[in-house]
T-cell receptor, first 117, second 113 residues
Framework: DAGVIQSPRHEVTEMGQEVTLRCKPI?????LFWYRQTMMRGLELLIY????????DSGMPEDRFSAKMPNASFSTLKIQPSEPRDSAVYFC???????????????FGPGTRLTVL | GNSVTQMEGPVTLSEEAFLTINCTYT??????LFWYVQYPGEGLQLLLK?????DKGSNKGFEATYRKETTSFHLEKGSVQVSDSAVYFC????????????FGKGITLSVRP
């Protein structure tokens, strides 16, 4: 399996521009997670989906952030407009949630390093 | 709510030294416990896991035992190598319909030759 695929790997943009990060989860996984990692705040969960439905978006910083999962094999995280404080590494992860079961291993992608100038 | 507490870092050791990284947790129910490792410039990778009390997870010479009585999941390795230099995260997974993990803050390990 190719693992979780994220694109782009690096993104440099100017303040005010729209940024779209993309994620392809592992085939067969039914849960998808978006995280943000910075030196100051560490690893933060932004939002997660089960069976393509957003379950908890309480970690999304503000209305400038939005995430979608139109199908089981693709998700996007959009920032519009972007600000310098959004600079971070954004990770996507996927896992398989068993019916009525327990949390299984999350598999992380390589991340997208975003720099907003 | 659930929480994970890791010992403060960073940790610097000489090659072949013994490693212990402490992790304690607070949770309702019977969570699964995980250790993840992040090498420089990469995403997090599962290092080991344990799904029930007294289970021992092990991988690449690392071990951790799920201790329900002390709510702990300490990571140990008998002899560290320079290649073990990385950030280590302890995490807790809920049972039931909630599939998310709760991560600790992570601790940076540096191993000197």
């Amino acid at each position: 399996d190719a693992g979780v695929i994220q694109s782009p790997r690096h993104e440099v943009t100017e303040m005010g521009q729209e940024v779209t990060l993309r994620c392809k989860p592992i085939s067969g996984h039914n849960s998808l997670f978006w995280y943000r990692q910075t030196m100051m705040r560490g690893l933060e969960l932004l939002i997660y989906f089960n069976n393509n439905v957003p379950i908890d978006d309480s970690g999304m910083p503000e209305d400038r952030f939005s995430a979608k999962m139109p199908n089981a094999s693709f998700s996007t995280l959009k920032i519009q407009p972007s600000e310098p404080r959004d600079s971070a590494v954004y990770f996507c992860a996927s896992s398989y949630l068993r019916r009525g079961g327990w949390t299984d291993t999350q598999y992380f992608g390589p991340g997208t390093r975003l720099t907003v100038l | 709510g659930n929480s994970v507490t890791q010992m403060e870092g960073p940790v610097t050791l000489s090659e072949e030294a013994f490693l212990t990284i402490n992790c304690t947790y607070t949770a309702t129910g019977y969570p699964s416990l995980f250790w993840y490792v992040q090498y420089p410039g990469e995403g997090l990778q599962l290092l080991l896991k344990a799904t029930k009390a007294d289970d021992k997870g092990s991988n690449k010479g690392f071990e951790a035992t799920y201790r329900k009585e002390t709510t702990s999941f300490h990571l140990e390795k008998g002899s560290v190598q320079v290649s073990d230099s990385a950030v280590y995260f302890c995490a807790l997974g809920d049972t039931g319909a909630n599939s998310k993990l709760t991560f600790g803050k992570g601790i940076t390990l540096s191993v000197r030759p």
